[in-house]
């Protein structure tokens, strides 16, 4: 399916969720009606070598080979496994997780920690619709339109997410 570029630009993530622990941030996040993006700022002078991630269907793990994990926590929700990913560029650790239930929006990535608050939901909810309005119909520009009210789900207003 070709969408336009320009498009899911307007329409993707203004800006990334921060996950902050005793005035810590532990990692920033944003999510696209596919994926989840979890990203990890990494400490200086370690070699990026020695960093390492396993991406579980419901599990996340984070650290540095032979030291316990920086981040070892369930998933809010299931991820497909063999189409998640981590990369590491510019001292970021970056994860790609593929949401299995494509449109669903997630409060957060780690279960029961840094959830959004009921109008930061309700504003991701509202792009994440604008987001498939856009897929569904590529010819036109979404990136302006706004719902009054409460916004339906992504994934079964209108008899759901067309699959591929």
Known sequence: MLVN????????????????????KVFEWDQTL?????????????????????????????????????????LTLPVKTDSSFWTIEDGELHITLQKREKGKTWSSPIQGQGSLDPYAA??????LMLQRFQEENPGFDFSQAQFSGTCPDPRTFMGGIRSD
Do not use: S, W
Not at 5 to 24: I, S, Y
């Open 122 to 127: 309700d504003q991701e909810q509202k792009r």
């Open 34 to 74: 596919e994926e989840v993006n979890m990203y990890i700022e990494l400490p200086k002078g370690v070699p990026t070598k020695i960093f390492c991630c396993t991406i579980q269907a419901t599990h996340v793990e984070v650290g540095i080979r032979g030291n316990p994990p920086y981040l070892n926590h369930d």
């Open 5 to 24: 570029l320009d498009m899911a630009e307007k329409l993707g993530p203004e800006k990334r969720h921060a996950f902050v622990h005793n005035g810590q």
